[in-house]
């Protein structure tokens, strides 16, 4: 949300409704424009109840932590969610508000095994942002019976990877057909 209409969020949460922000790992300092615009929230919303979905906490500065902390603390009607035990720790020692331990839709489904091998063809859509993980484990995702375990194109041609922003919708049916 680059430029919220606040007066069309005022109208839309009413004198008393609570404030439901979406969860995934953007809570603290490395993506600064998403913690912006939460902590927009609480300043401007300073009446309403505030329940932050499942996140990871991370921060790199701690003066960053700090501000963060004396806006939650100033608001004082702001829950936590998050979903791991090092940002519960973290919260609980720096954030003065409700923290929760509470698995998020990502991780709560753990791992499917597979019912049987599929001659398939499989999408890997590979961060490259700042957040992104050592590549040459992608094989790993990729091993199961009739599977080359090196990422990219096996022999038989069963998965592509692509890079996230090269996969655009425009050209994303273009480029790779599934089937």
Known sequence: MANPDWNAIEKAIGPDGTILIHGGGNFGDVWPVHQQLREE???????????????TVHFSEPYEADRTAAKI????????AVRDRTSLAFARERLECNVVLCPDMAFYIGPIEAAASSDKRILLLLRSDKEKKDRSQTGEILQSPGRSPSAGQDRRGSHAAFPWEEVRADRFSQSFQCG
Do not use: A, E, S, Y
């Open 41 to 55: 929230v609480l300043d401007r919303f300073p009446d309403h109840p505030v329940i932050q979905f499942p996140q």
């Open 73 to 80: 603390r100033k608001h004082g009607k702001f829950t936590l």
